[in-house]
Structures are given as structure tokens and as C-alpha cells.
């Protein structure tokens, strides 16, 4: 219970068996410590971590910690037989240490009384002079680099009386915080502590003149400096007109202007959209980010009503070095409504391939476009001989259905010269007439079949004769 006895050092001897690698700690026993002191712990082997490994001799040197038991023991020295043992089997010694003395034992061995030389500062005189005389500065702590962090105001009083400082919270309207008018009672507030100070419990105990070395005075306090209490760190920006004129007539100090501290507004946050997921199409998964509970993007009713029910067609294969699929022919379907596509693969029996719908109702992003700014394909992309590539399958147009060559006829402006191009060959080659051997074995082949399917009908073969011409020129 004594004030003057703050720390032991305890001074112990750890004995390490070979013959069964065993440890032992044991205290030697001074008279009248007042501390159960002998046989700390008893023989045993002592574990060295949580996995279970115990420790070896080869695990001990002079200066090191050992810890045994959640106790930590210093390592300073050891015994020549030992010195020899470890040195024999090739482990390097580190120097010896001394053994730090307990400060209490060697405070009891000094005498009793002490004679100090009284200081010729008289704290009587500088109470008189300065009694109701404080100097008053305004700081501010900013601690916005911590999680939730905020720069706060304070007001610091130093009273010139007895060189005690006071710290009082500024409060707003409405910050939500509760009244509490101090952060900091009044107090001698330290400014450089002795060395062996630093561990002292300041929350605990008060702190008296043999821990510190210098105390904080009115000269530490100086507008535009920074100073550190009790942890934090304060920034002064001004103070009251006694402070000025104390300073001018006390240190010459005359410049200590005011600094302009006010908050100001941090600049406008850019709100950007998350990286897309790859989930469902972009527009629909930027709709999470724009309301709590998202809605579905927004559609063009106009474009939608004027292109009802309009689709395009295309016949496409499939660009692919396996050749089980360069015979699978695929129908492309571009809704002009909502810009989606469908692919359906008509099913051929014995392929060995089940056909039916290749991909439903999607938009399809063109290859080498940016995530961010997806760009589809639309109509004007579609034409004979385009390569379309869908999620990584390449697909060649062949063919198109007659609405297709109608809707380009009419919307020239939204295609291209080579999608133009394209479908007028295309044309050509259609109406282009068959040469005179094909036509001559086509008109007799079907010549002779129409003969036998009306065998013994009314109609002469004259009249049926003049039809399939007519028919065929036609």
C-alpha cells in the first residue's frame, strides 16, 4: 500500500534438468520483502507455445525472454558450467546482462530523511501577482483521419496563479452531444517525463515532480503551434486580447494573428456505378444503385408501339473449326421493339445434335466494347456475309426473309454501303436464270412427273403442257 513502491523486480533462478529436460524457477528469499518468495515453479517441463512443444536447452541464452505461464522472465546471465555445456555444443552465447536492481529495496536502503535546498522561487508572491489572471486560447482537435472522426473546439485556460491548465469543450446547437462543460480539469499538465515514467499509470495515480522533467508553461502556448495533452493533440488559432498584451509585455511576442480554422466543405462526391457483375443486362443492374427498392429501367413506349411485332430474320452457321457444326444452320430474330435478339436452330433429324432455342430474348453486346458503356447490336449490323459474335460463338449471315429486304428498301439511311452492297448481289443471284441444261433437265424431269400424276384425269396434256411453261418463264 505504499506510494513510494510502484514496480518490483524480483531476481529468480531457472534451473534446467538434462536428464529429463524438466524446468524449475525458484526465488531466493530475502528477509522482510513481505512477498511469498522460494519455489515459483516446481519442477516440470514447461510448454513453450500452444502447440505443445515444451522448451529445450537449446531454446535458452543470456539475454532473451522466456516466457513461462503468462510470465515473461529476463535472461541476464548463467553459471560457468552452463556457460561451458552450451558453448560445447556449438551455440553462441550472447554478452551478460546486468541484473537490474528493485528499486524499492534500494529506496529502503537509503536513510530515511532527505535534506532538499528549498527553491528561492517563491510560489506565495507569484500566486499574489497572478490570482484571477488566466490567459485564454482557442484550439481546435482535428481527428477527421480516424472512423468517424471530426474536428472539435476547445477553449484552453492557463492560469498564471499556479501553471495549471483547463480544457472546455465548445458546444453547438444540436451536435448531439451531451453538456459536459470540461474535457479536462484543472492540473499541472506534464510536458516531459523521466524515462523510467513512461509506463506510469497516469489514470491511476497522480503524478508528482520525480516523474517529470519539464511541466508545460505559458511559453508552450503560442498561436499556430500545436501542442500534445493528455494524448490528443491541439492546434491553437487565437486567443483573447489579455493573452496578446500578456505575451507583448511578458515575451515581446506581438505577432499572433488570428488563423482562419473554419470548416469547409469537402467537394462533391462523383457518384459512379459499381463495375458491372456480368449478371443480367447492365441497365437493369444499375437500377440497385439509384433506389433502395429498384425499379425496372425505364422503356421507349413510342419505339415500342411502332415496331410491334416486327422481327427480322437470318439465316446464320456457325463459324467453328469442328466439323459436326459447319452443317447447323441457326435463325437469327432482331426484335426491332426492345432491341433483343433470339437464336433458334432448326432440329435435323439423326445429328446427333438436339435443336430448338439456341439463345432466348437478349441484348447482345458487340465484341471490344467497355463494360461500362456497352454497345449492342442493332439492324444496321445484320447483313450477308456480317460476322456476329455472340458470348464468344461466332456466327456468318447467309440469308435473309423478304421483310428483312423490304425494311432495308426502306431504311436505306440506317445501313451501310456494304450491307447494301451485300443484299443487292444477293438479289442478283436469286433472280438470275438458270442455265439452258439445268432448265432443260428441270422442265423435263418435272414433265414426265406431272404426266404421271395426272394419268386419267380430265385435263389434256395440252393445257397442262401451256400451265408448266408459262410456269417455269414466269
Known amino acids: 500500500?505504499?506510494?513510494?513502491?510502484?514496480?518490483?523486480?524480483?531476481?529468480?533462478?531457472?534451473?534446467?534438468?538434462?536428464?529429463?529436460?524438466?524446468?524449475?524457477?525458484?526465488?531466493?528469499?530475502?528477509?522482510?520483502?513481505?512477498?511469498?518468495?522460494?519455489?515459483?515453479?516446481?519442477?516440470?517441463?514447461?510448454?513453450?507455445?500452444?502447440?505443445?512443444?515444451?522448451?529445450?536447452?537449446k531454446d535458452l541464452n543470456r539475454g532473451i525472454n522466456i516466457t513461462i505461464y503468462g510470465k515473461t522472465f529476463r535472461v541476464v546471465d548463467c553459471d560457468q558450467f552452463t556457460q561451458v555445456f552450451l558453448e560445447s555444443q556449438g551455440i553462441e552465447l550472447n554478452p551478460p546482462e546486468k541484473m537490474a536492481l528493485d528499486p524499492y529495496t534500494e529506496l529502503r536502503k537509503q536513510p530515511l530523511r532527505k535534506y532538499v535546498t528549498p527553491s528561492d522561487f517563491d510560489q506565495l508572491k507569484q500566486f499574489l501577482t497572478f490570482d484571477k489572471q488566466v490567459l485564454r486560447f482557442y484550439a481546435i482537435w482535428d481527428d477527421t483521419d480516424s472512423m468517424y472522426g471530426e474536428c472539435r473546439t476547445y477553449i484552453i485556460h492557463y492560469y498564471l496563479m499556479d501553471d495549471t491548465v483547463e480544457i472546455r469543450e465548445v458546444h453547438e446547437r444540436n451536435d448531439g452531444r451531451d453538456p459536459f462543460p470540461l474535457l479536462m480539469n484543472r492540473q499541472r499538465v506534464p510536458k516531459v517525463l523521466v524515462e523510467n515514467a513512461k509506463n506510469f499509470p497516469q489514470c491511476v495515480l497522480e503524478i508528482s515532480d520525480q516523474e517529470v522533467l519539464e511541466w508545460y508553461t505559458a511559453k508552450d502556448f503560442i498561436v499556430g503551434k500545436s501542442l500534445t495533452i493528455l494524448g490528443r493533440t491541439f492546434f491553437i488559432y487565437d486567443c483573447d486580447p489579455f493573452t496578446r498584451r500578456y505575451y507583448k509585455e511578458k515575451f515581446g511576442i506581438t505577432d499572433l494573428p488570428r488563423i482562419d480554422v473554419s470548416k469547409r466543405e469537402p467537394p462533391p462526391v462523383k457518384q459512379e456505378l459499381p463495375p458491372y457483375n456480368g449478371f443480367g443486362l447492365v441497365e437493369d443492374s444499375a437500377q440497385n444503385c439509384f433506389a433502395l427498392i429498384p425499379k425496372a429501367p425505364k422503356k421507349d413506349v413510342i419505339k415500342m408501339l411502332v415496331n410491334d411485332n416486327k422481327v427480322l430474320r437470318y439465316l446464320a452457321v456457325l463459324e467453328s473449326p469442328i466439323p459436326e457444326d459447319k452443317d447447323r444452320r441457326f435463325v437469327f430474330s432482331y426484335f426491332l421493339a426492345t432491341d433483343m435478339i433470339s437464336i433458334f436452330e432448326p432440329p435435323v433429324r439423326n445429328s446427333g445434335i438436339i435443336g430448338g432455342k439456341y439463345l432466348g430474348r437478349t441484348k447482345?453486346?458487340?465484341?471490344?466494347?467497355?463494360?461500362?458503356?456497352?454497345?449492342?447490336?442493332?439492324?444496321?449490323d445484320f447483313f450477308i456475309?456480317?460476322?456476329?459474335?455472340?458470348?464468344?460463338?461466332?456466327?456468318?449471315?447467309?440469308?435473309?426473309?423478304?421483310?428483312?429486304?423490304?425494311?432495308?428498301?426502306?431504311n436505306a439511311?440506317?445501313?451501310?454501303?456494304?450491307?447494301?452492297?451485300?443484299?443487292q448481289n444477293h438479289v442478283r443471284k436469286r433472280e438470275a436464270p438458270a442455265p439452258e441444261a439445268e432448265r432443260?433437265?428441270?422442265?423435263?424431269?418435272?414433265?414426265?412427273?406431272?404426266?404421271?400424276?395426272?394419268?386419267?384425269?380430265?385435263?389434256?396434256?395440252p393445257t397442262v403442257s401451256f400451265l408448266f411453261y408459262n410456269s417455269i418463264y414466269i
Open 385 to 410: 456475309g456480317a460476322v456476329i459474335e455472340v458470348f464468344g460463338h461466332r456466327f456468318i449471315i447467309l440469308d435473309t426473309d423478304e421483310y428483312v429486304l423490304k425494311y432495308m428498301e426502306s
Open 364 to 380: 447482345v453486346v458487340k465484341p471490344y466494347s467497355t463494360v461500362d458503356n456497352p454497345v449492342y447490336y442493332g439492324p444496321s
Open 413 to 423: 439511311a440506317q445501313y451501310s454501303p456494304e450491307a447494301l452492297a451485300s443484299i
Open 440 to 461: 432443260f433437265a428441270f422442265t423435263s424431269f418435272h414433265w414426265l412427273h406431272i404426266q404421271i400424276l395426272l394419268k386419267g384425269s380430265c385435263v389434256d396434256i
Open 1 to 57: 500500500m505504499s506510494t513510494e513502491e510502484q514496480y518490483r523486480i524480483r531476481q529468480v533462478n531457472i534451473y534446467y534438468y538434462l536428464e529429463d529436460d524438466s524446468m524449475s524457477v525458484i526465488e531466493p528469499v530475502v528477509e522482510n520483502s513481505g512477498i511469498l518468495q522460494g519455489k515459483l515453479i516446481k519442477r516440470q517441463r514447461l510448454a513453450k507455445n500452444d502447440r505443445g512443444d515444451h522448451y529445450h536447452w
